[in-house]
């Protein structure tokens, strides 16, 4: 039974993305976790979390894009962007029709620019912005400083009402579905912020095998799989293993001219590779080296 590779958790709401890893030790008994795209504590769903050796390979999982299911309420807005906020009523209230959202809702599918909200997690002079804000801090221009490009690759109704809508968002990682939401409420000059939502993708994983993270036990831990990667896999024999183990290099036979490619070895991951080409022969160096068993 392997102790090292990835969970899928089905993280509830009220809780954080850390409080969850930490009934992961307790249940589990193990210590090294790691997880990837932190969940609001107000929102639920997907929270994709590596296990022992398997952290280290955090930053090579393709966990895009991610699903979210979000009800968004019209005619109030929150000092947070969500329910967790302080809730007012929009400055220009204007009730809601199915047709006029449907109209306006292509107009967010597409990479922009987005300003992260300043309830977030996000670190300004070495603490976290959320933080700051509820010590009665001004960082709204230091907040500008924040903005990055954001994609959405499609957003559809799922449900609809004069006060809420249900939307099923698809978009890249990092994209703050609360101000997504400020956003559409400000285009229909109603005010919007987000009741509920719950993250159910990233990448090839979905909700369907996740547990809560009180109900996980080892057997519940997956090994890592080529395609669960960027880069092309490369089947090492047990002497290329030998020298890359050692941190040495090794001839490349295949295609690629130069990027990282997956080590396997019988057809697990055992470690990430360089291409390197001087123009005559190719070669792989290793980088980072596992031990996933």
């Known amino acids: 039974m392997t102790t090292s590779g990835f969970l899928l958790i089905d993280k509830p709401s009220g809780i954080t993305s850390f409080d969850a890893i930490r009934m992961l030790r307790r249940t589990l008994h193990m210590k090294k976790f790691g997880h990837g795209g932190t969940l609001d504590p107000f929102a639920s769903g997907l929270l994709f979390v590596a296990v022992g050796e398997g952290t280290?390979?955090?930053?090579?999982?393709?966990?895009?894009?991610?699903?979210?299911?979000?009800?968004?309420?019209?005619?109030?807005?929150?000092?947070?962007?969500?329910?967790?906020?302080?809730?007012?009523?929009?400055?220009?209230?204007?009730?809601?029709?199915?047709?006029?959202?449907?109209?306006?809702?292509?107009?967010?599918?597409?990479?922009?620019?987005?300003?992260?909200?300043?309830?977030?997690?996000?670190?300004?002079?070495?603490?976290?912005?959320?933080?700051?804000?509820?010590?009665?801090?001004?960082?709204?221009?230091?907040?500008?400083?924040?903005?990055?490009?954001?994609?959405?690759?499609?957003?559809?109704?799922?449900?609809f009402s004069q006060e809420k809508a249900v939307l099923r968002v698809v978009c890249s990682s990092g994209t703050y579905i609360r101000s997504l939401a400020e956003e559409i409420g400000e285009k229909m000059e109603s005010g919007a912020y987000v009741h509920e939502l719950r993250r159910t993708r990233m990448g090839i994983f979905d909700l369907e095998s996740a547990k809560h993270p009180e109900e996980c036990d080892e057997s519940d831990i997956e090994e890592f799989l080529p395609r669960h990667l960027f880069f092309p896999a490369y089947e090492l024999n047990d002497r290329e293993w030998e020298k890359i183990v050692h941190g040495n290099k090794i001839p490349y036979p295949g295609p690629e001219e130069r990027g990282k490619i997956t080590l396997c070895l019988n057809h697990l991951i055992a470690g990430i590779g360089e291409i390197i080409s001087d123009g005559m022969q190719k070669e792989i160096h290793p980088r980072k080296v596992f031990s996933l068993s």
């Open 56 to 159: 280290k390979m955090l930053p090579e999982i393709i966990l895009d894009p991610k699903e979210y299911v979000a009800d968004i309420i019209f005619g109030k807005i929150s000092t947070t962007g969500d329910r967790d906020g302080e809730l007012s009523s929009a400055g220009k209230k204007r009730a809601v029709e199915e047709k006029a959202l449907r109209e306006i809702l292509p107009e967010f599918v597409g990479t922009s620019i987005e300003k992260p909200p300043q309830f977030s997690a996000l670190k300004i002079r070495g603490m976290r912005a959320c933080d700051r804000v509820r010590k009665g801090e001004d960082i709204s221009r230091e907040m500008e400083g924040k903005k990055r490009e954001r994609t959405i690759y499609s957003i559809t109704i799922e449900h």
